[in-house]
């Protein structure tokens, strides 16, 4: 279906007076604006990754009550987050979105460096974060924030003030070097203008133009990133350096077989063979101790939250509504996409981590937060409509 024909449906619904002089009763999930079908499989995923993070950190307590506070703060972050209005987002997106790039350089001035990037702000003794994430939202709202104020489908002149939305955080993200981050960045921002209704034939222009500056991002990229995508190519080139993790993992993952070696039994990463088992590569744990079976299931979860998303984005009541709720559930799809991808070996280690299963707190807290947005703008709609 043509990108113009969803713009079509972007309009606003007339409010219909409520058939009944009598107002239903509304339920408590109702009245504290938070989705119990979401709610309830957002914590089924994340208790199950506590379960595999204990396993991947070595049995270690304190990393998994350490993680269980991140997602205590991160779901009360959400719950807060729901009870505001849409109009809130709409009206604070530019301020947002200043305070982020500010931050992003803020990193570059003074970051912490870490793994051999300037990638976090830290506060001695209070907090350590990265800048970056908070641009996987403020970035989509700044665009749907504009796109809001234009006609529908947009105009070359919308589409090309967009791209300099975007295209500021993504190359202050793509210098710390954070080029996984930069990437979801775009991704979340792109999805958003997708959504505003571009013509086919604009698309293809677009990634004609995206594939002709592949040489010039080849050029740019520092020499670990093209490593990367070389060992993509072909592992077995370097099985002792830059191929050792997408070998490992393919291995960890194959040698589960159907059922898995059982709980704290996987021989790939409680022998220390799996790198970075504990955050980006975490999958492989999971497959190699519950097998097919096990990453089934957590596929079937990650599905179950996804269209749950995509459902409550679809009756959304306003194009601001509709096109940063459809970019929160899409980004999170590109998230499982590319770590599953880039662990089984189909696309290039970018150093994504898997939707609050991996070890880490401002991802978690930023994805949370992006459903918190999804809660408000449902639940408003749930208003607006009685």
């Not at 990463?269 to 097919?292: K, M, N």
Request: some cysteine.
């Amino acid at each position: 279906m043509p990108w113009h024909y969803i713009a079509r449906s972007m309009r606003r619904h007339p409010v219909r007076p409520p058939e009944s002089g009598i107002p239903r009763r509304k339920s408590i999930w109702e009245r504290i604006h938070i989705d119990p079908w979401l709610l309830g499989l957002l914590l089924v995923l994340m208790g199950g990754g506590l379960v595999v993070l204990y396993s991947a950190t070595g049995q270690s307590i304190d990393a998994v009550i350490a993680q269980s506070l991140r997602f205590g703060i991160a779901l009360v972050g959400m719950a807060i987050i729901a009870q505001l209005s849409p109009s809130t987002f709409l009206r604070f997106a530019p301020l947002a979105y200043g305070i982020g790039l500010a931050m992003l350089i803020a990193v570059e001035v003074a970051g912490d460096i870490g793994m051999g990037a300037k990638r976090w702000l830290e506060i001695p003794g209070v907090i350590r974060f990265q800048p970056s994430e908070m641009m996987k939202l403020a970035a989509p709202l700044m665009v749907a924030a504009y796109l809001n104020r234009c006609e529908l489908p947009p105009r070359l002149r919308d589409i090309a003030i967009c791209a300099v939305i975007i295209g500021v955080p993504v190359v202050l993200t793509a210098i710390q070097p954070d080029l996984g981050t930069s990437l979801l960045v775009a991704s979340a921002a792109v999805i958003v203008v997708l959504l505003a209704g571009l013509s086919w034939r604009l698309i293809g222009f677009m990634a004609v133009l995206g594939a002709a500056c592949v040489p010039i991002l080849w050029i740019n990229m520092h020499n670990y990133q093209r490593q990367r995508v070389l060992t993509f190519l072909n592992p077995d080139s370097d099985p002792l350096g830059s191929g050792w993790n997408i070998i490992q993992s393919t291995t960890a993952i194959g040698s589960g077989g159907l059922w898995g070696k059982g709980w704290l039994q996987g021989t790939q990463s409680q022998l220390e063979f799996l790198p970075e088992r504990h955050t980006d590569f975490i999958i492989a744990v999971l497959g190699e101790e519950f097998g097919l079976v096990g990453m089934l299931v957590l596929l079937c979860l990650y599905l179950l939250i996804i269209s749950r998303g995509l459902w409550m984005a679809s009756g959304a009541q306003d194009t601001f509504g509709r096109l940063v709720a459809g970019s929160i559930i899409l980004t999170f799809f590109i998230y499982v996409f590319v770590n599953m991808g880039m662990v089984s070996g189909i696309l290039p280690v970018v150093g994504v981590p898997l939707p609050l299963v991996s070890f880490g707190g401002t991802s978690s807290v930023t994805l949370l937060a992006g459903f918190g947005i999804l809660m408000s703008i449902h639940a408003h709609r749930r208003l607006l409509s009685r």
